[in-house]
Protein backbone atom coordinates (compact mmCIF):
# COMPACT_ATOMS: atom_id res chain seq x y z
CA UNK A 1 0.00 0.00 0.00
CA UNK A 2 1.54 2.90 -1.24
CA UNK A 3 1.90 6.09 1.53
CA UNK A 4 -0.61 8.61 0.00
CA UNK A 5 -3.27 5.33 0.17
CA UNK A 6 -2.34 4.79 3.85
CA UNK A 7 -3.28 8.86 4.16
CA UNK A 8 -5.86 8.76 2.76
CA UNK A 9 -7.36 5.37 5.18
CA UNK A 10 -6.13 7.61 8.32
CA UNK A 11 -8.22 10.56 7.58
CA UNK A 12 -11.49 8.84 6.39
CA UNK A 13 -13.98 10.13 8.59
CA UNK A 14 -12.36 12.58 10.14
CA UNK A 15 -12.80 16.80 9.06
CA UNK A 16 -9.82 17.74 7.25
CA UNK A 17 -8.84 21.52 5.71
CA UNK A 18 -11.75 24.06 5.28
CA UNK A 19 -11.89 28.32 5.56
CA UNK A 20 -11.42 28.02 9.23
CA UNK A 21 -8.06 26.44 8.64
CA UNK A 22 -6.65 28.84 6.18
CA UNK A 23 -7.87 31.44 8.33
CA UNK A 24 -6.15 30.01 11.80
CA UNK A 25 -2.86 29.22 9.07
CA UNK A 26 -2.66 33.04 7.95
CA UNK A 27 -2.94 34.44 11.63
CA UNK A 28 -0.33 31.52 12.92
CA UNK A 29 2.11 32.67 10.04
CA UNK A 30 1.43 36.78 10.74
CA UNK A 31 2.42 35.86 14.24
CA UNK A 32 5.22 34.45 13.80
CA UNK A 33 6.84 36.73 11.29
CA UNK A 34 5.89 39.55 14.33
CA UNK A 35 7.59 37.66 16.74
CA UNK A 36 10.70 37.85 14.78
CA UNK A 37 10.54 41.78 14.79
CA UNK A 38 10.28 42.50 18.79
CA UNK A 39 12.72 42.78 21.07
CA UNK A 40 11.03 42.18 24.22
CA UNK A 41 11.42 38.63 25.48
CA UNK A 42 8.31 38.46 27.70
CA UNK A 43 5.60 39.61 24.82
CA UNK A 44 7.85 37.00 22.37
CA UNK A 45 7.36 34.46 24.50
CA UNK A 46 3.34 35.17 25.02
CA UNK A 47 3.40 35.71 21.25
CA UNK A 48 4.76 32.18 20.86
CA UNK A 49 2.56 30.96 23.22
CA UNK A 50 -0.76 32.01 21.48
CA UNK A 51 0.88 30.54 18.14
CA UNK A 52 1.60 27.68 19.50
CA UNK A 53 -2.25 27.46 21.11
CA UNK A 54 -3.74 28.41 16.92
CA UNK A 55 -1.13 25.75 15.98
CA UNK A 56 -2.19 22.62 18.26
CA UNK A 57 -6.25 24.05 17.97
CA UNK A 58 -5.51 23.97 13.40
CA UNK A 59 -4.01 20.02 14.12
CA UNK A 60 -7.21 19.49 16.66
CA UNK A 61 -9.58 20.41 14.19
CA UNK A 62 -8.12 18.51 11.19
CA UNK A 63 -7.98 15.41 12.65
CA UNK A 64 -11.47 15.24 14.75
CA UNK A 65 -13.95 13.00 14.14
CA UNK A 66 -16.83 15.13 15.37
CA UNK A 67 -18.07 16.85 11.91
CA UNK A 68 -20.85 18.62 13.14
CA UNK A 69 -19.41 20.60 15.61
CA UNK A 70 -16.26 21.46 13.33
CA UNK A 71 -18.92 22.64 10.21
CA UNK A 72 -20.48 24.87 12.93
CA UNK A 73 -17.05 26.81 13.80
CA UNK A 74 -16.41 26.73 10.22
CA UNK A 75 -19.92 28.62 9.23
CA UNK A 76 -19.90 31.05 12.02
CA UNK A 77 -16.14 31.77 10.65
CA UNK A 78 -17.34 32.18 7.25
CA UNK A 79 -20.16 34.42 8.31
CA UNK A 80 -17.55 36.86 9.93
CA UNK A 81 -15.28 36.46 7.30
CA UNK A 82 -17.36 37.34 4.08
CA UNK A 83 -18.72 40.46 5.82
CA UNK A 84 -15.81 41.78 6.90
CA UNK A 85 -14.49 40.65 2.88
CA UNK A 86 -17.40 42.34 1.23
CA UNK A 87 -16.80 45.80 3.81
CA UNK A 88 -13.58 46.10 2.26
CA UNK A 89 -14.83 45.04 -1.13
CA UNK A 90 -17.12 48.04 -1.16
CA UNK A 91 -14.61 50.66 0.27
CA UNK A 92 -12.07 49.64 -2.61
CA UNK A 93 -14.94 50.25 -5.10
CA UNK A 94 -16.45 53.37 -4.19
CA UNK A 95 -12.37 55.02 -4.00
CA UNK A 96 -12.37 53.06 -7.47
CA UNK A 97 -15.61 54.49 -8.82
CA UNK A 98 -15.56 57.98 -7.02
CA UNK A 99 -15.63 59.96 -10.48
CA UNK A 100 -18.65 58.74 -12.11
CA UNK A 101 -20.54 56.97 -9.51
CA UNK A 102 -22.19 57.48 -5.69
CA UNK A 103 -22.69 55.14 -3.92
CA UNK A 104 -25.97 55.14 -1.24
CA UNK A 105 -27.73 52.68 0.87
CA UNK A 106 -31.50 51.39 0.40
CA UNK A 107 -33.60 52.67 3.24
CA UNK A 108 -35.92 49.44 3.15
CA UNK A 109 -33.24 47.04 2.98
CA UNK A 110 -29.70 48.62 3.26
CA UNK A 111 -28.20 47.21 0.26
CA UNK A 112 -25.38 48.93 -1.08
CA UNK A 113 -26.75 50.40 -4.53
CA UNK A 114 -23.82 51.91 -6.70
CA UNK A 115 -25.37 55.19 -8.76
CA UNK A 116 -24.70 57.56 -11.34
CA UNK A 117 -23.05 60.34 -10.14
CA UNK A 118 -25.26 63.50 -11.29
CA UNK A 119 -26.08 66.42 -9.44
CA UNK A 120 -29.85 67.16 -8.19
CA UNK A 121 -32.64 65.14 -6.71
CA UNK A 122 -33.10 61.74 -8.57
CA UNK A 123 -35.74 58.88 -8.04
CA UNK A 124 -34.16 55.35 -7.19
CA UNK A 125 -36.22 51.80 -7.69
CA UNK A 126 -33.65 49.26 -5.12
CA UNK A 127 -33.37 46.36 -7.52
CA UNK A 128 -33.20 43.82 -3.81
CA UNK A 129 -36.45 44.94 -2.54
CA UNK A 130 -38.08 47.21 -5.00
CA UNK A 131 -38.75 50.12 -2.91
CA UNK A 132 -39.00 53.43 -4.26
CA UNK A 133 -37.06 56.76 -2.77
CA UNK A 134 -35.46 59.93 -3.40
CA UNK A 135 -31.49 60.39 -3.76
CA UNK A 136 -30.06 63.80 -3.40
CA UNK A 137 -26.45 64.21 -5.22
CA UNK A 138 -25.05 67.22 -3.96
CA UNK A 139 -22.01 67.03 -6.82
Given at each position: MRFRDKIARFMWGRYGIDGLYYGLFISYFVLIVVQRFIKVDFIKAIISLVALALLIFM???????????????????????TRTKNFFVLQKNKIR??????YKKCPACKAALR?????????????????RFEVKNWF
Open positions: FFRVFSRNIAARRKENEKFMRIWDIKNFTLPRKKGKHNVVCPKCRN
